[in-house]
């Protein structure tokens, strides 16, 4: 291996890792923007997972999404009550959720990016986020904390009031994802695979 090619592969490995990092930081600040509404609180994180998931592609988006909630698990301050203990709350299977969720994505956004598949992967990731989420909170709403709510219940204050949101979140990601990927398009590009 030439030296050329080594220090081309140390810088992509270095810019993935700093990426990674980047979109790990953008969930936790986007987790601080929001607003308190009904079982869980309107934020941003689906926005910068969604991002993630699209401009790293499948297995960079899925690492930084794992690397904020390991942070928040050990008890980093970017949950509402950070530690270990966090996995008792019923908003964590959406945490949780976010992992697959940019995997989701990231093997469905394909280059180059148009507004509607990049909006149609985040959709689908979407589904996933909250085929964890909502699951998982009725389990710890109904099953740990006792607070018998119904399916319906559950699907209400769990999905269907934050969709018109999350449906905002996808519009304005998939814009600035396009976006993002004209202007800086070797910094976003995913790796080939090989023949």
């Given amino acids: 291996m030439n030296t050329e090619t080594s220090t081309k592969k140390v810088h992509s490995k270095t810019l993935s890792l700093a990426l990674i990092a980047l979109f790990a930081a953008l969930t936790a ?10 079982l869980a609180a309107i934020s941003l994180q689906f926005l910068f997972t969604a991002m993630a998931g699209v401009l790293l592609g499948a297995g960079y988006g899925a690492l ?51 507004f509607w598949r990049t909006a149609l992967s985040m959709l689908a990731g979407l589904a996933v986020l909250y085929a964890i989420g909502v699951p998982y909170m009725a389990l710890i709403a109904n099953g740990y904390l006792g ?12 999905m269907l009031i934050y969709l018109p949101g999350d449906l905002l979140k996808i519009t304005v990601g998939s814009l600035l994802c396009v976006a993002v990927t004209r202007r800086m398009p070797s910094m976003f590009a995913l790796p080939q695979k090989k023949a």
Avoid at 29 to 38: D, N
């Fill in 29 to 38: 600040v986007g987790a601080f923007f929001k607003i308190p509404f009904a």
């Fill in 64 to 114: 930084s999404q794992a690397v904020y909630v390991l942070i928040g698990l050990v008890g980093g301050p970017i949950f509402a009550r950070g530690g270990f203990s966090y996995i008792f709350q019923p908003t964590f299977g959406f945490l949780l959720g976010l992992i697959p969720c940019a995997f989701v994505i990231g093997k469905l956004a394909k280059r180059p990016l148009t």
């Fill in 147 to 158: 607070k018998g709510l119904s399916a319906w219940q559950i699907l209400c204050k769990g």
